[in-house]
């Protein structure tokens, strides 16, 4: 696999680069990795990166981006927050990425079993994780009436999958960057969940 180039990143739609993403996490699931040589690929982006997706993700060890998605350095730039949340320096990340460096697909990526999203559905308060919490809370509020058990394996998954929906979101809401930007067809904003017991990326757009 080559090390991306300005003129390769730019030459690929935010379509074709959603299917790099589709294709590389089949690779991943099937135990097909591309063949990569990683260290001749720090010595190429040393002189210059051109990553074509910037992933919002969590800060969970088992949902990293290049690996799931059989991605290798310097093809994606990675925004990592517990339950991949909104704030003004995660916003100001995505614009950075899009808007400065030339990203074309920004991927909201959540993942089942989340402990953030466990946490609010528990309403664990504790230091600053209650703040961090509080931004989750839409997403519960959103499910609780829906079911009988908001604490539930089940629960929780719709939690996390409507939390990544209020990212996207607020992302549309919060950055007149990104907005104009995908309106004009310059970027694509998608959501996805990662299923950590079977590795498979389901995309939600």
Same mark, same amino acid.
């Given at each position: 696999m080559h090390t991306l180039t300005e003129k390769t990143r730019d030459d690929l739609s935010p379509k074709e680069i959603k299917e790099l993403l589709v294709n590389g996490n089949k690779r991943f699931v099937e135990?097909?990795? =591309?063949d990569r040589n990683l260290l001749?690929?720090?010595k190429i982006t040393s002189k210059g990166q051109f990553p074509h997706t910037v &992933?919002?993700?969590c800060i969970d060890s /088992? =949902?990293?981006?290049e690996q799931i998605f059989d991605q290798g350095i310097g093809d994606i730039f990675n925004t990592r927050i517990a339950g991949n949340v909104i704030d003004e320096d995660v916003l100001g990340s995505l614009e950075f990425s899009c808007k400065i460096a030339g990203a074309k697909l920004l991927l909201v990526l959540g993942h089942t079993h989340c402990g953030a999203v466990t946490a609010a559905c528990?309403? &664990? /308060?504790i230091g600053h994780v209650t703040s961090l919490l509080n931004?989750?809370?839409? =997403?519960v509020n959103k499910v609780r009436p829906l079911v009988t058990d908001i604490t539930t394996t089940e629960s929780i998954n719709l939690v996390v999958e409507e939390n990544i929906?209020?990212?996207i979101f607020e992302i549309r809401e919060r950055s007149a960057i990104l907005k104009e930007m995908e309106e004009k067809g310059e970027i694509k904003i998608v959501g996805g969940i990662y299923d950590i017991e079977t590795g498979i &990326?389901?995309?939600l757009s």
């Open positions: 135990g097909k990795m =591309a001749e690929q720090v &992933v919002l993700g /088992r =949902a990293t981006s528990n309403d &664990v /308060r931004k989750i809370q839409p =997403a929906s209020y990212s &990326v389901k995309f």
